[in-house]
């Protein structure tokens, strides 16, 4: 298995509602990553999991909170998001943080109404 | 700091050979990626550059100098379905930062 899973492919939500988004990977990557891209912009950074610990936190608000359940495992929860957190939800792992290769997962389409 | 420069849009022939280039300041240096992105998808690995030099990998190929913080992507034998976002990407002492990317159109 040589992927990066994602579910759900598109979410719609309310400003109220609490939704998660789950990453999968059976690679044995030990650093997994989100990331958001909004339409046109690159991918930016948002958190980052090395061996099921969170050693990244790039300033994210906390309606997003992420969560590595285990080694092959990354879950995104959201809760009371905005509608400019509407975006492409990018996962991504590597078999270990400095090594040469970052698979992405094929991303969520999130829409916030 | 990081800062990774590429240009906006290029367009180029099918058939033919294009240079998409990248210049990059950063703190500290552990690797330089490409990702083709076609727009609603997410970005797909290319290549990956730690040493100076050329890296070739069929129809693509990455070049590395660290002493200039440069790199290209050179893509032969244009195809249309090459028609996507090219993403340069660089790893620091913080996580890997992309550029803007640059949007390539190939046409007939």
């Known amino acids: 298995d040589t992927e990066v899973t994602q579910t759900p492919k598109h979410l719609v939500m309310g400003m109220t509602n609490k939704k998660s988004l789950k990453c999968e990977q059976h690679m044995g990557h030990r650093a997994m990553y989100w990331y958001k891209q909004k339409a046109k912009k690159p991918p930016e950074l948002m958190f980052v999991y090395s061996y099921e610990k969170l050693s990244i936190n790039e300033s994210v608000p906390s309606r997003f909170s992420p969560e590595c359940p285990n080694s092959s495992l990354l879950n995104l929860h959201l809760h009371a998001l905005q509608p400019e957190d509407s975006a492409l939800y990018l996962c991504?792992?590597?078999?270990?943080?400095?090594?040469?290769?970052?698979?992405f997962g094929p991303g969520t389409r999130l829409t916030v109404l | 700091g990081q800062n990774i420069d590429q240009p906006t849009e290029m367009t180029a022939t099918e058939g033919a050979i294009v240079q998409i280039n990248c210049t990059y300041q950063t703190s500290g240096f552990n690797g330089l990626f490409w990702y083709q992105q076609h727009a609603g998808e997410a970005p797909t690995f290319l290549s990956y550059n730690v040493l100076d030099g050329l890296e070739e990998k069929g129809r693509f190929s990455s070049f590395l100098s660290r002493s200039k913080g440069y790199s290209y992507l050179l893509l032969k034998e244009l195809q249309m379905k090459d028609s996507a976002s090219y993403l340069c990407?660089?790893?620091?002492?913080?996580?890997?930062?992309f550029g803007k990317g640059t949007r390539l159109s190939v046409i007939a």
């Open positions: 991504a792992s590597r078999p270990r943080t400095g090594t040469n290769e970052q698979f």
């Open positions: 990407a660089v790893e620091g002492n913080t996580p890997l930062v």
